[in-house]
């Protein structure tokens, strides 16, 4: 874009809202911390204080070694000191194999080498704006997930100047992570939001499923358009509205087009994302949006209990897979399409 910059504004909100929630048996702490970037809540049930030392203490290891904000994380050392046979962690190569996965279901729409695209944008800085078209373009040579090769042992090679961003996926795997860690402590139910991504698991006293908000993507935040009943498992949505840049009166989302480096350009304000696995949730969340209705629920007839919303700027809604029988529309405006 040429020209002078007038306006540019950054909007950062939750995109997943936790309703109509009952106490059961057992006591219930809960605790919020800025973690991962974002504001993360964990309420348990039938457990302590000392359960959310560790709950939050596990995430920040999972931020330590995959945030690329982090100077002294492991994914931005991969950016640092070069990526030709660099030895990975167990964990973090097991992020990374299943964050090239999603570049092969999504035919390269979701690519965890993005991160140089996305840090001239800015989305998550102060100083947010329209990336010049020269920048953009040397970007893009560094953009291609086909490039990184992980091998059995965990070593890593990549292309050079390539940086990795697992920003679309890390979440729901600490979501995974907390569940196991909550579980296996003894804690009867929990529910975890990882700022809008939300794992819930265990019974509510009076037996009925979860029931999950999601965010009307054209409406003000804490505005829900429906539910999601979920009796355990994963929620996470992607918006157009959860982060983005407002620019010369023009609104830029995050989500962002490895091909272009720019928002992808569909009809679609949101698409939110049940299934058991919160990293598949997470991830399947992004690269359904990229991929557009049509394809992401062919991509998703690939994923067991899973289903998708799906949320266009026109106020229509699409649920396939198994979201067709749970979601519950909550505003007459948007018209309900049942693609089962």
């Not at 050392?77 to 570049?103: F, N």
Request: hydrophobic share 40%; with cysteine; net charge neutral.
């Amino acid at each position: 874009m040429k020209g002078k910059n007038n306006h540019v504004i950054l909007f950062v909100v939750a995109i997943c809202i936790p309703m109509l929630l009952l106490t059961g048996c057992g006591r219930e702490v809960s605790r919020t911390e800025f973690v991962l970037g974002t504001i993360c809540t964990i309420r348990i049930f039938g457990g302590n204080e000392s359960d959310l030392d560790a709950a939050f203490a596990r995430i920040r290891q999972i931020e330590k070694a995959m945030s690329r904000h982090r100077s002294d994380s492991e994914v931005t050392k991969i950016g640092r000191d070069g990526a030709e046979g660099m030895q990975l962690t167990t964990e973090t190569c097991q992020v990374m194999k299943k964050g090239l996965e999603y570049g092969r279901l999504s035919d390269g729409l979701f690519d965890i080498t993005i991160a140089p695209v996305a840090e001239l944008w800015g989305f998550e800085t102060e100083h947010a704006a329209v990336p010049a078209s020269e920048a953009m373009h040397d970007a893009l040579t560094k953009v291609d997930y086909r490039q990184v090769r992980l091998h059995n042992d965990c070593r890593l090679t990549s292309a050079p100047g390539q940086r990795i961003d697992l920003g679309a996926i890390a979440k729901g795997y600490a979501s995974d992570e907390v569940a196991r860690l909550l579980q296996k402590a003894g804690v009867q139910r929990a529910l975890i939001n990882l700022g809008g991504n939300v794992f819930v698991y265990g019974k509510k006293n009076d037996g009925k499923p979860w029931k999950l908000g999601i965010q009307d993507p054209l409406e003000q935040t804490g505005i829900p358009m429906g539910t999601l009943d979920v009796e355990g498992g994963a929620v996470v949505t992607s918006g157009i509205y959860e982060r983005f840049v407002e620019q010369d009166g023009k609104k830029y989302h995050h989500l962002l087009d490895p091909r272009t480096g720019y928002p992808i350009a569909n009809n679609l304000a949101g698409v939110s994302i049940t299934t058991p696995s919160g990293i598949d949730a997470d991830a399947l969340s992004t690269s359904l949006f990229l991929l557009g209705m049509d394809k992401g629920c062919a991509l998703l007839n690939r994923f067991p209990d899973s289903g998708a919303v799906f949320i266009t700027k026109d106020r229509e809604i699409t649920t396939c897979g198994t979201a067709s029988t749970v979601f519950t529309s909550l505003n007459d405006v948007y018209t309900v399409v049942d693609r089962r």
